[in-house]
Structure formats: C-alpha cells, structure tokens
T-cell receptor
Framework: EDQVTQSPEALRLQEGESSSLNCSYT??????LFWYRQDPGKGPEFLFT???AGEEKEKERLKATLTKKESFLHITAPKPEDSATYLC?????????????FGEGTQLTVNP | NAGVTQTPKFQVLKTGQSMTLQCAQD?????MYWYRQDPGMGLRLIYY???????DKGEVPNGYNVSRLNKREFSLRLESAAPSQTSVYFC??????????FGPGTRLTVL
C-alpha cells in the first residue's frame, strides 16, 4: 500500500527565515512525486513534479528535491504570501490510471 | 480558459437526500478524478475516469456513483447522503502526463 507522510504538521516562520518541509513516501513503481500548494477555501495548485532521485526543481523561493525515500520542499527567505498548506503526493503507473496518494499536508504560516 | 469548474460551491443536505456534484474541464484532458478532503485524512480518491466511457473505483467509493457524461464532464452522485459524507469534494483532470489539475471544490454538509 502506498504511503505518504509529511512533517511537520504545522510550521510557523518569521519572514526571511528559511526552512524545509519533509515528505517521506513508500510506493511500488513511483511515477512522479508531486508538490501542491493549497490556500484556505481553494483547490490544490500544482507546484512541481519530480521523477527521479537527485532531481531538483525551483520556482521563486521554493526548491523541491527528491531522494529514493523522501522529498524536501525548501523555502528560502519566505514572505507572508507563502503562507499556505503544502501537499505532497506520489503517483503510480499508467495502468493504475495515474492515481495519486496524498499526504496530510504541512500548514505553513509566515509572520511579517 | 476556466480550467476545472465545479458546481455548486456549497451545499447543505439532510440525511437521506440525494444530489449530484458537477465537474467540467475545458482543457481537453482525458482523465478526470473525484477526491474528498477531510481534516486529518488528506485527499482521498473516490472514483476516477481514465478516459471517456470508463470509470473505476478509488480508495473510498462506497456511497457514491459517477458518470463520465462526455470528455468534458464528470459528475459525482450521492444517492442517499449520510453525515459521514460531510466533506470538501474536489474534481481534478489530467491530459496525458502525470500532473492533475484541481477545481475549486464543493463544500458539502449533511445534517
């Protein structure tokens, strides 16, 4: 059974204080590790897809990295507008309809 | 280009009532998905449609039915709503890669 565990559950940072969110996973036949951002009352918004260990992707203050067992979302010099819940998900093979298994998310608050 | 749209945004039902949640996408995507999101449980897959004309059960299908009406539209039906179905429901779509794009959600309360 696929499993995704995100830590910490909640993280409070001061503006400019860099940190990392963790996503540990177990899946047979990984077909992508996905990061989404979700604002209160909204649907998840796609951020990154990582496919193989060692891969990194960046977008503004966010950088996602992948190993064989976990992924990190690094947030550099965060701003209050980065406050959101960050969701991690793993995808399985095409024969499974590219189903995603999600973690419970990390709720990030950035104080000014 | 509206992406994925869902109606209604909010709904309150009484136990035993039925309703259909509507989802449409204008991105010409092949696959569509229905999830529910509950506190402490994360997003869980209810049903999905890999392509027009096919539907399959996800992780939590009991109490729900789906219809893939055409390539654009994928509806979720609750035949006899129960308080345990109080949740936020999200529809998503995917074209051929692996990334799913989500709608804004429907907030359902069953009394």
């Amino acid at each position: 059974e696929d499993q995704v565990t995100q830590s910490p559950e909640a993280l409070r940072l001061q503006e400019g204080e860099s940190s990392s969110l963790n996503c540990s996973y177990t899946v047979s036949g990984l077909r992508g590790l996905f990061w989404y951002r979700q604002d209160p009352g909204k649907g998840p918004e796609f951020l990154f897809t990582l496919y193989s260990a060692g891969e990194e992707k960046e977008k503004e203050r966010l950088k996602a990295t992948l190993t064989k067992k976990e992924s990190f979302l690094h947030i550099t010099a965060p701003k209050p507008e980065d406050s959101a819940t960050y969701l991690c998900a793993v995808g399985r093979g095409e024969t499974s309809g590219s189903r995603l298994t999600f973690g419970e998310g990390t709720q990030l608050t950035v104080n000014p | 280009n509206a992406g994925v749209t869902q109606t209604p945004k909010f709904q309150v039902l009484k136990t035993g009532q039925s309703m259909t949640l509507q989802c449409a996408q204008d991105m010409n995507h092949n696959s569509m998905y229905w999830y529910r999101q509950d506190p402490g449980m994360g997003l869980r897959l209810i049903y999905y449609s890999a392509s027009e004309g096919t539907t399959d059960k996800g992780e939590v299908p009991n109490g729900y039915n789906v219809s893939r009406l055409n390539k654009r539209e994928f509806s979720l039906r609750l035949e006899s709503a129960a308080p345990s179905q109080t949740s936020v429901y999200f529809c998503a779509s995917r074209i051929g890669g692996d990334t799913q794009y989500f709608g804004p959600g429907t907030r359902l309360t069953v009394l």
